[in-house]
């Protein structure tokens, strides 16, 4: 009987235990292209934040993000730019479930022949612009609506997915344990 409550004890310890997530990904669905004016509903741009709640209170603000990306241009915190980046900045920036995610990132490179930036408000717009040295320039504003589909989701770390593995394999070998134990002390039926 003690061995059964050890068990369940443990069991439900590691059923209950909250898993905090500090890796989530997002993505925004559907834009208004402003320079076309023509509705793009199949466009999608991603992006991933890194931090850590570390206040415990469900909100996760600026000062606790360590690294925004979108669209594959990561923005570090608190040490700012990649190397050979201009500037980069993330200016605001609050994460919570009931809340969702409100942000605003920039992001600028240039080099002696080109230059390229992007501009992210979370909710609003997303803008890319680019000019080169022979003249050319290029940008894109794509604003976001109600049609617009905002999706996040927490990436669990490999740890715990190994933690929950692990776990499933000690009580799936513990269980055939017993029942080679249970078989081995049975006593053989004879019939005379």
């Known amino acids: 009987m003690t061995k059964k409550l050890c068990w369940g004890t443990i069991v439900a310890i590691a059923v209950a235990a909250p898993v905090q997530a500090d890796h989530w990904q997002f993505s925004y669905t559907g834009f208004y292209h402003e320079e076309t004016a023509t509705w793009l509903p199949d466009l999608t741009i991603t992006g991933k934040f890194w931090a850590t709640d570390s206040d415990k209170n469900g909100i996760i603000s600026r000062d606790e993000l360590r690294s925004l990306e979108f669209s594959n241009y990561p923005i570090p915190l608190p040490n700012g730019c990649n190397p050979g980046i201009d500037w980069c900045d993330v200016y605001k920036f609050n994460y919570s479930v009931p809340g969702g995610l409100v942000f605003d990132a920039s992001y600028r490179y240039s080099d002696d022949f080109r230059g390229y930036g992007y501009r992210w408000i979370s909710g609003e717009v997303f803008g890319y612009s680019y000019d080169n040295l022979i003249g050319h320039h290029e940008s894109r504003t794509l604003l976001m609506n109600e049609m617009t589909i905002f999706t996040i989701s927490p990436i669990p770390e490999p740890a715990t997915g190994m933690l929950?593995?692990?776990?499933?394999?000690?009580?799936?070998?513990?269980?055939?344990?017993?029942?080679?134990?249970?078989?081995?002390?049975?006593?053989?039926?004879?019939?005379?």
């Open 164 to 192: 929950a593995g692990g776990g499933a394999l000690l009580l799936g070998g513990l269980h055939i344990l017993r029942r080679i134990r249970n078989v081995k002390h049975k006593r053989p039926f004879y019939v005379s």
